[in-house]
């Protein structure tokens, strides 16, 4: 025979606990009292021991009975909520979802993460920060199950979505000879120190970035390679170079430095939402979903950056 413990056992067992007549519990679970009589019979030899004293006139409890109620009733009912965080794993209402971003985006981040807890409060999202290569490498590599990349190359199992675009500009120490206007020529910064992160952090960021003062035919001579932005701001402040930013990284500069506009044509930096090609998994769709109402409401693009700082 069987010995395994079934799911019907303890509904049974507590059917008939509760009510403690067989006629009554088989009509509540919609079986035939002798089918319950059977399984209260089996489960009473699973166990080793009657559950039950029946005599002609009633059905009690033993004592293994009373011991057994509440360990039934708890696992039916860690299995219902087991069953349930399961479901809601499944329809992307709860889990965990790994985040991978670049610093520079933070503001945007924020504001689709912001959106995205209230829809989902039950999903940890866990947050990991780097380049935008590491973010693409990160989602390729499965460790990351959505990015936020600035100025991405293509790659063939990624998608990007567009989610901001903005303008660079300079900051200059405040000492720097154009620090008195508003804006500057980009060939007037060509030969002073530049600070900005390394090629290797992204080409095609890179190339986005530096592209400014390669317009206007000059080299591009990199004195200091930082890893993030506000260090870059601050080394600026403190007078050892120049850099082009994007516009969002620039609304709080340290005293010493200061924002200029780029005269001439302008080079624009775009922020993208990136998933692994081919992820259908509900939680992936529920935040694209969210970013993607977000960016709605925003437009997706700035004319002074107000939407991504």
């Known amino acids: 025979m069987d010995q395994r413990i079934e799911l019907r056992h303890l509904r049974y067992f507590l059917a008939l606990a509760e009510e403690l007549h067989f006629g009554r519990a088989a009509g509540r679970l919609h079986i035939a009292q002798p089918a319950l009589s059977q399984q209260i019979r089996q489960l009473e030899r699973i166990v080793g021991v009657e559950l039950f004293r029946r005599t002609s006139r009633s059905v009690r409890l033993t004592d293994a009975g009373v011991t057994f109620r509440p360990r ?16 809601r794993v499944g329809r992307g209402e ?19 993460l912001r959106a ?47 989610l901001a675009t903005e303008r660079f500009v300079a900051v200059v ?5 154009a620090a008195e206007g508003d804006q500057v020529e980009a060939a007037a910064l060509a030969t002073d120190p530049l600070i900005l992160f390394p090629r290797s952090a992204g080409a095609r960021a890179f190339e986005v970035n530096t592209r400014p003062i390669r317009d206007t035919g000059n080299d591009v001579r990199i ?29 709080l500069l ?5 924002r200029l506009e780029l005269a001439g044509p302008s080079t ?38 107000a939407s991504v700082c």
């Not at 709860?94 to 985040?99: E, F, N, Q, S, T």
């Not at 260090?231 to 930013?245: E, H, K, R, S």
């Open 72 to 87: 039934a009733r708890d696992l039916l009912s860690r299995l219902a909520a087991d069953l349930d965080e399961a479901g």
């Open 94 to 112: 709860a889990g965990r979802l790994d985040v991978a971003f670049i610093t520079s985006a933070a503001a945007i981040v924020s504001e689709r």
């Open 116 to 162: 995205f807890s209230l829809h989902r409060p039950d999903v940890q999202v866990r947050l990991h920060d780097g380049f935008t290569v590491d973010v693409l490498t990160a989602l390729e590599r499965g460790t990351a199950d959505i990015g936020i990349v600035r100025d991405a190359e293509e790659r063939d199992d990624i998608d990007l979505a567009l």
């Open 173 to 177: 120490p405040a000492d720097h000879p």
């Open 223 to 251: 004195a200091q390679e930082c890893s993030n932005w506000h260090t870059i701001i601050m080394l600026v402040a403190a007078g050892l170079g120049v850099t082009i930013a994007p516009h969002s990284v620039t609304t």
């Open 254 to 258: 340290p005293e010493g430095a200061r």
């Open 268 to 305: 624009m930096s775009q922020v993208f939402l990136a998933t692994r090609r081919g992820d259908d998994r509900p939680l992936v769709r529920a935040f694209v979903a969210v970013s993607e109402s977000v960016a709605g409401g925003d437009g997706g693009s700035d004319d002074g950056a």
